[in-house]
């Protein structure tokens, strides 16, 4: 049963052929026998797990239930879970019970989904390996000595290794996509504002968004249903109607027009993983869409401006981990300053105080102009690059990554070399766009990733791209030999 | 740019980090590179640019004036570090 | 040499609002401590703010009561510094782009002149929470109730040359805020409180002196006393021979100094960036032209009106336009009184505003209300009761005694206005003091005020004085 995708699942619970009870028992059992491989999971939260399963159950019987009721789901360990331990991956909050949910929780509650536990995850998602991590760096189940890729490592490895049948991420500077992509499973970032940020732990606020981590495109439109939507406790939320999103995956890509920037095909790009792309846009082809090469010239300035923008505004977020009102405090603080210094010091790892530091000076008297108003420049000519693509093309295809998999250890001592590896998906936040990755071969026994970025709220669109493509190729439905 | 370690030193307290003296030198090392990384914005002029704050090209929305919330005081302060008599405890602050 | 004075406010007016500016939690003041602390509040990872709609309408409002430009487009601004009375290691504020921009503000001085004072921004931004000292060995305590309530800094141009004008016009502000009833002016309660900017520059020079902020500047008293203090402080520095430093000092009311603040030392890196949280904020014209159809009548207006309408003397109408409930008080009792506005305004000015501060009352708490008064000076105008009665009668009144009429029919306080009683008791007098009028008949005029004395004496009070004086002058002739 663990092998079924969500959809499968919840015709499966419907059914009547196993109780949703049996399902998650299922999962925390492979949980218990193949997590200790892959570190994915910060908190199983299994009590809670079973008592929500039996309430799904109850629901189920008396033909009350939804598509994701009862269904078992991984969460992200950067949303906030009333009465679990929500810890963002770091030591900081490493004793922090939430005393509320995040509305993302609360609608899956809703939904009668059961919560498994909350994935790892690097540290207060800064990261794109998943070696920041409090708990210990996640690995990559088509290859353990392989990094899974981040921030949402410890969600892409969960749904790739069957520990869960979705999970969702969030996605800063690519968080949801390239894990997805070195994961060899499904990823969505939806457009800035299509889900609520209330109650996730803020990294970079104005490119933060959460979104589903799933096996095919099918199963991230059921959890994109669940998430998205109007919250009243998120400015920055957009009051617009959400569509069934399941609703035109089947559409015909007759006349799609595929556009493909110059950028993304250029020095930088392992050739093989260039290549399993190119295999992706031929299928493409073959579904009646047409091809045409466009240019970002900006391309190549978004990790730069990224590395502004998302400093900048998590100096500021994180300065409410302060040793005060929760988290972790510092032994016998000799005075305020100290208790600050210290707390937050030995609370935070190197690389969340590098980017807090990078930040403060960015900030900061006499700087201010020359890095974060540039970047915020910047930032708008990155929007624009994209604004003019979209006149002439539907969707925006290349890969998600530079690379498969690399091995744990190979860049955790060069942050410059590991904020490259991000270099394809930044611009989709920097201008708040949806992105997707989407399983598209292997090479070397490791996934590759192809990304789909489409125009503003155009999530439907993306789901229907993905899928038509998933149902002319199989790359979506391989397992890692061991976990299958 | 390339930052010295009294510059390190110097965020570190704007953001109120202790680092230990051993640390300093890859600090300095590393985020000069980072800055090095993010001067590479310089080869664009952007002088006629508007700066963009926000993807969302929207106006703030308005919440009614009305209490929505009650006391948890209890559940709030049962994660705090130090709390007495309902007040979170700190080291003097002296003004 | 002879020494400018420069000064400049920032006034910080607490919005009476019911919720804070960014939460639904409460903003009653006296709760238990952290009681109205919500997860925003308390600055929780994740939770994130959502602007309050009454907040803006009141900073509408205060622009359109100060002629100050209300912006069309406002930005929030994080202010970040390490405060553990700041929950979120930032303030949300306003920077570049204020709700309020320039205005202009009439103040009238002692001397009776007007002058101008510039405003330079207001601008919304949240309260922080409150740290108290006492009780706790070695540590401080943290209440948060206070944390995001929703101010308005107001902040003048460095207009003002003494600590009395920047009296005048931190009363001005207050006047107007409650006028416009967007502040309860609390100042005991810190709804209503100023931090003061300090220079002195040798006069004619055009330069500005270094400036001190003077904090915690909770009364009017205590803003004077602080700003003659730090002027004197900085004039005696010079003097020495020594530079005044730039610095955050703090008024200490008990031992009436100021002092540098040791926390806030340090040279402050703000790093003012957009809050990335909020959006920018969108008045069009409809709303700003919707919220001045709810402006009352201003200060100014009304003491205009009150010159004109009342012909009362500028300095009466400044006294009783003060306060909204003052003014509202005084038009009550000259309705009251048929009409009798001098006389009304000389009672409220007067006794009213003695015996309010005799004891410690406000005006909306007065034993005697403007209907009572009015009523009252009703009497004194239909000649029922001499002035001097009204004073007995307004005590009565005062210790709870009934209203006017009550009064004075239980008092028998009513005026003799009987010509025949009055000539009895006045051929009494004459008869019974001859040297006196003797005296009076060859000139001594002065006597004159013996008889009319010894008159009203003998009458209670009550003869009315018009027809005692009358009647007096007729007989003493001879």
């Known amino acids: ?484 | 740019m390339s930052l010295t370690q009294d510059d390190v030193k110097k965020i570190a307290h704007l953001a109120r980090l202790s680092l230990s003296d051993e640390d300093i030198p890859d600090y300095e090392k590393e985020l000069s590179n980072i800055l090095g990384l993010v001067e590479q914005m310089n080869a664009v002029d952007t002088s006629d640019v508007t700066p963009m704050a926000h993807p969302l090209d929207m106006a703030q929305r308005l919440r009614e004036d009305v209490v929505t919330e009650e006391n948890h005081r209890d559940e709030y302060q049962a994660i705090a570090p130090s709390v007495e008599n309902g007040l979170y405890l700190v080291p003097q602050v002296i003004e | 040499m002879e020494w400018e004075v420069v000064i400049g406010l920032e006034i910080h007016a607490q919005l009476a609002t019911k919720s804070k500016i960014f939460s639904g939690a409460s903003t009653a003041y006296g709760a238990e401590p952290n009681t109205q602390a919500c997860t925003v509040d308390l600055g929780l990872p994740g939770v994130l703010p959502v602007l309050n709609h009454e907040a803006v309408q009141m900073a509408i409002k205060f622009g359109l009561a100060t002629n100050s430009a209300v912006a069309p487009r406002s930005i929030f601004a994080r202010k970040n510094y390490f405060y553990p009375d700041l929950p979120k290691g930032y303030q949300i504020s306003q920077m570049d782009l204020p709700i309020v921009g320039e205005g202009k503000l009439d103040i009238r001085l002692e001397d009776g002149s007007v002058k101008t004072v510039g405003i330079t921004r207001a601008h919304l931004e949240e309260d922080a929470g409150k740290s108290l000292h006492e009780d706790f060995q070695g540590m401080t305590g943290i209440d948060l109730n206070r944390a995001g309530t929703p101010l308005l800094e107001i902040v003048s141009e460095p207009d003002m040359r003494s600590a009395k004008e920047a009296v005048a016009y931190m009363k001005k502000i207050h006047s107007i805020v409650t006028y416009i009833d967007i502040c309860d002016g609390n100042m005991q309660e810190g709804s209503f409180r100023c931090d003061a900017n300090v220079s002195v520059r040798p006069k004619g020079q055009e330069e500005l002196g270094t400036r001190s902020e003077l904090k915690n500047l909770n009364s009017f008293r205590f803003v004077e006393r602080a700003i003659n203090l730090e002027v004197q402080r900085q004039i005696e520095i010079i003097e020495d021979g020594g530079k005044v430093v730039q610095e955050t000092r703090l008024y200490d009311a008990d031992k009436n100094e100021t002092r540098s603040m040791r926390s806030k030392e340090e040279a402050n890196d703000y790093r003012y960036f957009p809050d990335p949280d909020l959006l920018p904020v969108e008045i069009d014209q409809e709303t700003i032209e919707a919220v001045r159809a709810t402006l009352p009548e201003l200060p100014d207006a009304k003491q205009q009106r009150f010159t004109s309408e009342f012909g009362l003397s500028d300095y009466d109408a400044e006294v009783l336009t003060s306060s909204r409930q003052m003014a509202d008080y005084f038009e009550t009792v000259v309705k009251a009184s048929g009409g009798e506005a001098k006389l009304s305004a000389n009672w409220v000015s007067g006794d009213l505003t003695g015996s309010l501060n005799k004891d410690s009352k406000d005006i909306d708490e007065s034993p005697v209300s403007a209907a009572m008064l009015g009523g009252m000076i009703k009497r004194i105008a239909d000649n029922t009761i001499s002035g001097k009665i009204a004073k007995q009668v307004f005590e009565a009144m005062w210790q709870g005694e009934g209203d006017a009429d009550a009064v004075i029919e239980s008092k028998g306080l009513k005026q003799v206005t009987d010509s025949g009683a009055i000539e009895k008791i006045v051929d009494e007098i004459i008869a019974n003091n001859q040297a006196q009028v003797e005296q009076y008949r060859s000139g001594k005029d002065k006597v004159f005020g013996f008889f009319v004395g010894q008159v009203m004496k003998a009458s209670q009070g009550k003869a009315n004085p018009a027809q005692v004086n009358q009647m007096l002058k007729e007989k003493l002739k001879g």
């Open chain 1, 1 to 484: 049963m663990h092998n079924k995708t969500l959809s499968e699942l919840s015709a499966a619970l419907k059914a009547g052929e196993f109780s949703s009870t049996e399902l998650t028992q299922r999962y925390l059992s492979r949980i218990a026998e193949f997590d200790s491989q892959i570190n994915a999971y910060i908190t199983v939260s299994e009590k809670q797990a079973l008592a929500a399963a039996r309430a799904a159950d109850v629901q189920i019987a008396a033909g009350t239930a939804g598509p994701l009721t009862g269904i078992p789901l991984a969460q992200k360990d950067i949303f906030c879970t009333q009465g679990v331990k929500t810890s963002c991956g770091s030591k900081m909050l490493d004793n922090f019970i939430s005393p509320y949910n995040a509305t993302v929780i609360e609608h899956f509650n809703q939904a009668g989904s059961v919560m498994l536990g909350k994935t790892n995850m690097d540290e207060f998602a800064m990261g794109s390996s998943n070696e920041t991590s409090f708990y210990g760096a996640v690995k990559n189940p088509w290859n353990t000595d392989k990094v899974p890729g981040g921030s949402s490592g410890g969600s892409a490895a969960a749904v790739a290794a069957r520990l869960a049948p979705a999970s969702t991420g969030t996605d800063t500077g690519g968080s949801i996509r390239q894990p997805a992509s070195l994961c060899g499973i499904t990823g969505l970032k939806p457009t800035y504002g299509r889900v609520s940020r209330y109650g996730m732990i803020a990294f970079a606020s104005s490119l933060d968004q959460a979104g589903p981590m799933t096996r095919t495109a099918e199963d991230a439109a059921l959890m994109l249903n669940c998430m998205a939507g109007f919250d009243q406790r998120d400015s920055t939320s957009v009051e617009r109607e959400v569509p069934d999103y399941t609703a035109n995956l089947s559409d015909s890509l007759e006349g799609l027009t595929i556009g493909l920037p110059k950028e993304y095909f250029g020095e930088g790009l392992d050739a093989s993983v260039g290549k399993a792309v190119e295999d992706a846009i031929a299928e493409y082809k073959k579904l009646g869409a047409t091809v045409k090469e466009i240019s970002l010239p900006n391309t190549h300035l978004a990790v730069p401006t990224y590395y502004v923008v998302a400093p900048a505004e998590c100096s500021s977020n994180l300065s409410r981990f302060d040793g005060v009102r929760f988290g972790y405090r510092c032994d016998d603080p000799v005075d305020l300053e100290d208790l600050y210094k210290r707390s937050r010091g030995e609370g935070f790892g190197s690389e969340v105080k590098r980017r807090i530091m990078i930040g403060a000076y960015a900030l900061s008297a006499g700087y201010y102009d020359a890095y974060y108003i540039k970047a915020q420049q910047m930032r708008q000519l990155i929007s624009d690059d994209f604004k003019r693509a979209f006149e002439e093309v539907d969707v925006i295809m290349g890969p998600t990554a530079p690379e498969t998999a690399f091995g744990i250890g190979d860049k955790s001592d060069d942050p410059i070399t590991m904020y490259l590896s991000d270099i394809y998906t930044i611009a989709a936040n920097l201008a708040g766009l949806p992105g997707m990755s989407v399983p598209a071969g292997f090479v070397n026994d490791m996934p590759v990733g192809l990304q789909i970025i489409g125009n503003y709220f155009d999530e439907a669109r993306l789901l229907n791209v993905a899928h038509r493509y998933q149902q002319v190729t199989d790359w979506h439905q391989r397992a890692p030999a061991q976990f299958k």
